[in-house]
T-cell receptor
Framework: DVKVTQSSRYLVKRTGEKVFLECVQDMDHENMFWYRQDPGLGLRLIYFSYDVKMKEKGDIPEGYSVSREKKERFSLILESASTNQTSMYLC?????????FGSGTRLTVV | RKEVEQDPGPFNVPEGATVAFNCTYSNSASQSFFWYRQDCRKEPKLLMSVYSSGNEDGRFTAQLNRASQYISLLIRDSKLSDSATYLCVAELNTGFQKLVFGTGTRLLVSP
């Protein structure tokens, strides 16, 4: 089974901090994604990557950037965290037949 | 208008009941469709893919109507363990493949 691992389950950060969320998959998948999930809004795509060093903006990229230096690792960066970025962040990896999600990082910005 | 729309529920049903969820999508470029299940405070997990011919996996049946841009999920003989949020998902291919999620339908199965 594909394993997608997110480095932190819970994070609390201060407004203005630079925040790194890490995601690692173990199946050599090319396509990886970052979503955020908020009540009533569902999952919204922030950024995705289809290969090393390649990235594409999703639907809500403002305030975020990403890094894909190695195939297995896709990092989400909050350049200057704000309270409206408090959310559940989910990383996903795509394979034939579906997507596998990491267990999520619940980020609180205070 | 949301690209994928679902009734948020909750649907409250007794054990053993049959329950159906519906979903509509607006982007005709949507190519593949899925139902995901999400338990409280957990990540979404693939329940099943949805095909035009309809497909069944045990107590679960999924249907796709491309003409009406409509997807359904039928759960027969509901179990307590079916209580979860069910996410309707469309995969778009606009040069890159990406998933678009509905906000989910919450199901509560009671004894």
């Amino acid at each position: 089974d594909v394993k997608v691992t997110q480095s932190s389950r819970y994070l609390v950060k201060r407004t203005g901090e630079k925040v790194f969320l890490e995601c690692v998959q173990d199946m050599d998948h090319e396509n990886m994604f970052w979503y955020r999930q908020d009540p009533g809004l569902g999952l919204r795509l922030i950024y995705f990557s289809y290969d090393v060093k390649m990235k594409e903006k999703g639907d809500i990229p403002e305030g975020y950037s990403v890094s894909r230096e190695k195939k297995e690792r896709f990092s989400l960066i909050l350049e200057s965290a704000s309270t409206n970025q408090t959310s559940m962040y989910l990383c996903a990896s795509r394979a034939q037949g579906g997507y596998t999600f990491g267990s999520g990082t619940r980020l609180t910005v205070v | 208008r949301k690209e994928v729309e679902q009734d948020p529920g909750p649907f409250n049903v007794p054990e053993g009941a049959t329950v159906a969820f519906n979903c509509t999508y607006s982007n005709s470029a949507s190519q593949s469709f899925f139902w995901y299940r999400q338990d409280c405070r957990k990540e979404p997990k693939l329940l099943m893919s949805v095909y035009s011919s309809g497909n069944e996996d045990g107590r679960f049946t999924a249907q796709l109507n491309r003409a009406s841009q409509y997807i359904s999920l039928l759960i027969r003989d509901s179990k307590l363990s079916d209580s979860a949020t069910y996410l309707c998902v469309a995969e778009l291919n606009t040069g890159f493949q990406k998933l678009v999620f509905g906000t989910g339908t919450r199901l509560l199965v009671s004894p």
